[in-house]
Nanobody
């Protein structure tokens, strides 16, 4: 089992920045990749960014490319999502996930955090 706890959400004005953190514990060695997903009201959960635990390889959804940065600190078992130039359409609950595949798809991630709300006011 892998336990994930997100933090760092909140309310920010458009154009502002937030950094989300995801602290992992348990059998973290079983996680090949970490992902951030988000879900806005009335919409399906969508991929935001992913990172490989060991190699640090990253990948982003087109909607956040150039504005968001995913990173990881292996020593702290923590993954971060730095979000800059935030837009109203970034408003959503953001979830951290861990899985054994390098995937964009939420169903291929085995472990999930509880989510953290990000609200961007325009």
């Amino acid at each position: 089992q892998v336990q994930l706890v997100e933090s760092g959400g909140g309310l920010v004005q458009a154009g502002g920045s937030l950094m989300l953190s995801c602290a992992a514990s348990g059998r973290t060695f079983s996680a090949y990749a970490m992902g951030w997903f988000r879900q806005a009201p009335g919409k399906e959960r969508e991929f935001v960014a992913r990172v490989k635990w060991s190699a640090g390889t990253t990948d982003y959804a087109d909607s956040v490319k150039g504005r968001f940065t995913i990173s990881r600190d292996n020593a702290k078992n923590t993954v971060y999502l730095q979000m800059n130039s935030l837009k109203a359409e970034d408003t959503a609950v953001y979830y951290c996930a861990a899985g054994g595949y390098w995937s964009w798809f939420n169903y291929e991630y085995d472990y999930w955090g509880q989510g953290t709300q990000v609200t961007v006011s325009s």
